[in-house]
């Protein structure tokens, strides 16, 4: 069988893949709503929180956190018609970075009261400064 369709030159190849980066980059940094910044800063937050649960019910509150954490997100996403993304934005992908090393290092210090408290008020902070950058990079204002 002979193929038909006609064979695009190397130029048009490049302006396709081009097109495609675009188009990611726009789904990427489709601006979230407003509300959406402050409730992922309290579940993280409360997931690191989790850290003080008694032992044998640590884990099953973990998993009953991250599940809102990732069905607030997917049901805002499919609404926004942006489900499973991620922002382009490189301060809001560390800042997430950090919020989820200092969620583990709640759970590292489990013992102490104190810096786990401290620890899950710096994973809900670095959120939310990771959510200013990304709240600019989309062109909203703050």
């Known amino acids: ?13 490049r302006e396709a893949l081009a097109s495609i980066d675009v188009a990611q980059r726009a789904v990427r940094d489709t601006p979230w709503p407003t509300w959406l910044y402050p ?25 009953a956190v991250a599940f809102a954490v990732i069905a607030v997100n997917a049901v805002t996403g499919y609404r926004m018609g942006t489900p499973w993304t991620w922002p382009t934005s490189r301060v809001f992908l560390v800042s997430v970075i950090g919020a989820g090393l200092c969620m ?7 013992d102490h009261t104190g810096p786990v408290i401290a620890l899950a ?22």
Do not use: C, Q, W
């Open 104 to 110: 583990a290092a709640a759970f590292a210090v489990s």
């Open 1 to 13: 069988m002979e193929n038909i369709e006609r064979v695009p030159d190397s130029t048009a190849a």
């Open 121 to 142: 008020v710096a994973t809900a902070a670095l959120y939310l400064v990771g959510s200013v950058a990304h709240r600019r990079t989309t062109g909203r204002p703050r």
């Open 39 to 63: 409730v992922n800063a309290v579940l993280l937050g409360a997931m690191a929180l989790t850290a003080l649960a008694p032992e044998d019910n640590r884990f099953p509150t973990l998993l």
